[in-house]
Structure formats: structure tokens, C-alpha cells
């Protein structure tokens, strides 16, 4: 009877694992803040993508981790360049699987941060128009390579407009846009920054991210965001901001995703490895809380163990 009036389901079609892409070959590097998770070459991301698709999980979404990073995150718009490689190899031998791919320079400059630092009066800070032109660079060498749907991830004003009208102009019109449009300044991604290497090395992104305080403030970023041609929003983190996630359900009509970032993962792994809660049991329980509250899929490092269970 359970089962016939549950209003709330999981199913691993609404999960997206995040894959973190290094160089090298046969690399499994294990992420220790994210235990079992580890940072893969593209061809041992090519053998996980082939389970993932085995599991039925919904896709895949890719971050790089550059040979090497410069003040320009000259990686990040390379074609050459670590995800735009994993693109091309994934979509080549695991042609079923969904792809999708950040954008964002975090990942690609040597200071950390998302995008152009310019000196200021007092301190530098991101030039949000010039990094613009980065992110629109990087998400058309992503389309080029085969990524089925772009998600920039950055949060400088005006990015998703300048994204589209980038992939418009190389004939992408059909490659969809999902924005980070509620990315809130969290100390939950802290585990995330080992896994990236992406620690801003001064300062921090509360200048671009949002203040945890405002729920009002990301219903508007998500407005903005659709208006420049967003086809999908996401919130994140997950489950500290279930009401804003309900809020934009309730708000917005398009697909809406939540992020249930590293640091939701690990305090549940960690508090299972000390025998505290059931993993299994925390684990459903959170991705249901984050589909009852009204996202459509799950970016998750739970995906293969809950698609797993889900059978
Ligand atoms: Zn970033």
C-alpha cells in the first residue's frame, strides 16, 4: 500500500553523476574528502561512463582538471583542452550517455577564481564583462566536441545571454543552456575544491555568489536567467536550500535540477564510516527530500549507489 500512495519516487533517470577529468591514462586518483570518488583520466571516464549508462543513470556531468592553469584559464576554451577531449571520448565509445559540462575558469586559472582578475583601489576582482567572453569561448568548444547540454556554473551577470548567443552563431541552436542560476556562497563545496583543485588561492566568491540569507534575490537571478535564454535552472547546494528549490518549482515551469554538492556527500559518508546513520538509508532519504521539494534531477555523487538500489 506504501508503494501505491507514495507521492514522491526515485529513479536513476533523474540522477547525473559529476566526473572529475585529469590527465594521464589509467588513472583512478581517489578523492579522500569523497570516498569511493576519484578523479579520472579520460579513458578510465570512458569505463565508468559505460557502467553509468549500464545503472541507467540520466547522465553525466564533466569538470577538468587542466595539465596546467594560467591567468587566462586558457584550458578551459582549448579543443584540445582535458573535457572537450573526455567529450569527444565518451560520446564516441558511450554514444547513449547524456553529457553534460560545466563551464566556468575555476577550474583553469592559476589564481582560482572564475574568471579575469583586474587590480582594483584596493584589491583585484573579477571583470565580469571580459570573463563573459571566456565562458562563451569555453561553451562552444564544448558543443563542438559533442556536450549535449551546457551548464555554466560561474554566476557573472549576463553570462547566459552571451553563452547563447555564442552557440547561436556557431549553428548550436539545439545544444540547451542549464543554468547555475541559485548558486549560493556555501561552505558545503569544501570538499568539492580538493576534488577541482579549484581553491581560490586569495580571497573568496562571495562577490558573485549569492548570501545563503536570500531566497528572494535567487527567484530573480533565476528570472534574469530565463530571460536570457536558460532552458534549465538549478539550485545549489540541495538540501540546506529545499525551500528555494520548492520556490522555484513552484515559480518556473522548466526543468529544474538541484545540486546535491560534496559536502552534502561526504558528511553522510563520513558519519556512516563512524558508524553514526545508514548510509542506505540517508542516502534515499536525502534525494527524496530534494525531489519532494520539486527538482526534476539530481546532480549527485549518490547516483551509482542509489541507481544501484533502485535496481
Ligand atoms: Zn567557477
Not at 35 to 40: E, F, K, T, V
Amino acid at each position: 500500500m506504501r508503494r501505491l500512495v507514495r507521492e514522491t519516487s526515485l529513479d536513476p533517470a533523474n540522477f547525473v553523476l559529476p566526473l572529475f577529468i585529469c590527465p594521464g591514462e589509467g588513472v583512478r586518483r581517489p578523492i579522500t574528502s569523497m570516498p569511493p570518488q576519484c578523479q579520472l583520466s579520460v579513458d578510465t571516464a570512458v569505463e565508468e561512463c559505460r557502467e553509468i549508462l549500464s545503472l541507467g543513470i540520466g547522465g553525466v556531468i564533466l569538470f577538468g582538471l587542466p595539465e596546467s592553469k594560467d591567468e587566462m584559464a586558457s584550458g578551459a576554451y582549448d579543443d584540445d583542452g582535458i573535457v572537450q577531449r573526455a567529450i569527444r571520448a565518451i560520446k564516441r565509445e558511450v554514444p547513449g550517455l547524456l553529457v553534460i559540462t560545466d563551464v566556468c575558469n575555476c577550474e583553469y586559472t592559476s589564481h582560482g577564481h572564475c574568471g579575469l582578475i583586474v587590480q582594483g583601489d584596493v584589491d583585484g576582482y573579477v571583470d565580469n564583462d571580459a570573463t563573459l567572453q571566456w565562458l562563451a569561448k569555453s561553451a562552444v568548444s564544448h558543443a563542438r566536441a559533442g556536450a549535449d547540454i551546457v551548464a555554466p556554473s560561474d554566476m557573472m551577470d549576463g553570462r547566459v545571454g552571451a553563452i547563447r548567443e555564442a552557440l547561436d552563431g556557431q549553428g548550436f541552436i539545439k545544444v540547451p543552456i542549464l543554468s547555475y542560476a541559485a548558486k549560493f556562497a556555501s561552505v558545503f563545496y569544501g570538499p568539492f575544491r580538493e576534488a577541482a583543485e579549484s581553491t581560490p588561492q586569495f580571497g573568496d566568491r562571495r562577490s558573485y555568489q549569492m548570501d545563503p540569507a536570500n531566497a528572494r534575490e535567487a527567484m530573480r537571478e533565476m528570472e534574469l536567467d530565463l530571460a536570457e535564454g536558460a532552458d534549465m535552472l538549478m539550485v545549489k547546494p540541495a538540501m540546506p536550500y529545499l525551500d528555494v528549490i520548492r520556490d522555484a518549482r513552484d515559480r518556473f515551469d522548466v526543468p529544474l535540477a538541484a545540486y546535491q554538492v560534496s559536502g552534502e556527500y561526504s558528511m553522510i559518508m563520513a558519519a556512516a564510516a563512524n558508524g553514526w546513520i545508514d548510509r542506505e538509508r540517508a542516502m534515499m532519504e536525502s534525494l527524496t527530500s530534494i525531489r519532494r521539494a520539486g527538482a526534476d534531477f539530481v546532480i549527485t555523487y549518490f547516483a551509482k549507489p542509489a541507481a544501484a538500489l533502485l535496481g
